[in-house]
């Protein structure tokens, strides 16, 4: 069973910047074979679509993260990154990354990792 290890997660004052990784628990796992993408859980709300990229370079992203976060992959190291600037208190969530996302179904794929908390304040 492949599971997907984020980290990178943290506290951070608002208007900050982070920067999230999403590795395989196998090496025989690759990314590059998947569609991949992140999503956040607030506190007591439901898990929501931030950000994906397809096995082509496309990206796609939730109104409310584009242009202050960028999702990209490294082949090579087969890790996905999720940066974050401008960081906003209501970008307070734990952050899940995902492998199989549907770019026609804009839905998750199969594969989920622990999450990885990230923190804004105020």
């Known amino acids: 069973q492949v599971q997907l290890v984020e980290s990178g997660g943290g506290l951070v004052q608002a208007g900050g910047s982070l920067r999230l990784s999403c590795a395989a628990s196998?090496?025989?796992?690759?990314?590059?074979?998947?569609?991949m993408a992140w999503y956040r859980q607030p506190p007591g709300k439901q898990r929501e679509f931030v950000a994906a990229?397809?096995?082509?370079?496309?990206?796609n992203y939730a109104v409310s993260v584009k242009g202050r976060f960028t999702i990209s992959r490294d082949s090579a190291k087969n890790i996905v990154y999720l940066q974050m600037n401008s960081l906003k208190p209501e970008d307070t969530a734990a952050y899940y990354c995902?492998?199989?996302?549907?770019?026609?179904?804009?839905?998750?794929?199969?594969?989920w990792g622990q999450g990885t908390q990230v923190t804004v304040s105020s």
């Open positions: 995902n492998a199989g996302f549907s770019l026609v179904r804009q839905t998750s794929g199969n594969y």
């Open positions: 196998r090496s025989d796992f690759s990314f590059s074979a998947y569609n």
């Open positions: 990229i397809s096995v082509l370079g496309n990206t």
